[in-house]
């Protein structure tokens, strides 16, 4: 297991909130991958509740970067796990102030999760946001996904990454997130997926999924993963493949 999903385990692993393990596993594998990339930038959380999500991204901050955490009410369970810490600010508001806030004007985050309203005027103001606040190689990582819940943050989405299609691309989808970065970012973050995800997602305790790309650029840049019940480690690609291979 790498470092840094064992101390969010360790520490967090009690915290009520959603959160699913292929997340957690994803998350730690990509953020220890820009670790790894020398990248630095704050990190910023839209959406925090008990701060099951946010507990990893406290444990990935490195020498001299920020966690910001944004939510309309800071429960009395997230302000125990973080207040007080010195790299890390509580931020008691909605999101959609955040672009009026100053002290936010210039910073750059390499991480963005976005998990607060799921209403889709609030997670384009989010999503919008984030996009003028990308550090190099960020990336911006969407709740509820495909969700059948929330079918407007799918959409909401979609809408997002047509109305940038220039500048943005949707590298992974999976454990019911998205996964962006800018253009330039997509090939390293597909060789990743491709090269690396696989063997630390098992060393992450996650050994069981399959990872899809199962249409080739220019139609879809997305790569897919899902748990797949005990079938190990499996590489899908095009249908038509008689061997898998994973097309970006
Ligand atoms: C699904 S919960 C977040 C879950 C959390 N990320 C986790 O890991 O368990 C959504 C949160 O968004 C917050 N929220 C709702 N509207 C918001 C807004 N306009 N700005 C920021 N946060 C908001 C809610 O108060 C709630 O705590």
Same mark, same amino acid.
């Given at each position: 297991m !790498?470092?840094?999903i064992? /101390?969010y385990?360790?520490?967090?692993s009690d915290v009520?909130g959603w959160f699913?393990?292929?997340?957690?596993a994803?998350?730690? +594998?990509?953020?220890?991958?820009?670790?790894? @990339?020398?990248?630095?930038g704050?990190i910023l959380?839209?959406?925090?509740? %008990?701060g099951k999500?946010?507990g990893m991204l406290?444990?990935?901050?490195?020498e001299?970067?920020?966690?910001?955490l944004?939510?309309?009410?800071?429960t009395e369970?997230?302000? /125990?796990? &973080?207040?007080?810490?010195?790299?890390i600010?509580?931020?008691?508001? *909605? *999101?959609?102030?955040?672009k009026? !806030?100053?002290?936010? #004007?210039?910073?750059t985050?390499r991480f963005?999760h976005?998990? #607060?309203? %799921?209403l889709a005027? &609030?997670?384009?103001?989010? @999503?919008?946001f984030a996009?003028?606040?990308m550090?190099?190689?960020?990336?911006?990582c969407?709740?509820d996904? &495909?969700s =059948?819940?929330?079918?407007?943050?799918?959409?909401?989405?979609?809408?997002?990454?047509?109305r940038h299609r220039?500048?943005m691309?949707? &590298?992974?989808?999976?454990g019911?997130? $998205?996964y962006?970065?800018?253009h330039p970012?997509?090939?390293? =973050?597909?060789?990743?997926?491709?090269?690396?995800v696989p063997?630390?997602l +098992?060393?992450n305790?996650?050994?069981d999924?399959?990872? =899809?790309? *199962? $249409?080739?650029?220019?139609?879809i840049?997305?790569f897919?993963?899902?748990p797949?019940?005990g079938?190990?480690?499996?590489?899908?690609?095009?249908?038509?493949?008689?061997?898998?291979?994973?097309?970006?």
């Open positions: !790498t470092a840094l064992d /101390s385990r360790t520490i967090y009520a699913n393990p292929l997340s957690q994803v998350w730690s +594998a990509l953020l220890t991958e820009q670790a790894r @990339l020398g990248l630095s704050d959380e839209i959406g925090v509740k %008990h999500s946010a406290a444990c990935a901050l490195q001299g970067e920020r966690l910001t944004v939510d309309t009410v800071i369970s997230a302000r /125990s796990l &973080f207040a007080g810490k010195l790299n600010t509580l931020r008691e508001m *909605s *999101s959609l102030a955040l009026h !806030t100053p002290d936010l #004007g210039t910073v985050f963005i976005i998990d #607060g309203n %799921h005027s &609030f997670v384009q103001n989010d @999503l919008e996009r003028d606040h550090a190099p190689r960020a990336v911006i969407v709740d996904f &495909f =059948y819940h929330y079918p407007q943050i799918t959409f909401t989405t979609l809408e997002f990454l047509s220039h500048e691309s949707i &590298f992974l989808a999976g019911n997130k $998205a962006i970065c800018r970012d997509y090939r390293p =973050y597909a060789r990743w997926l491709i090269e690396d063997e630390t +098992a060393q305790g996650i050994a999924f399959n990872l =899809y790309k *199962s $249409a080739r650029a220019p139609e840049s997305c897919g993963i899902a797949n019940k079938q190990g480690v499996v590489i899908k690609g095009l249908d038509t493949d008689k061997e898998p291979k994973l097309y970006y």
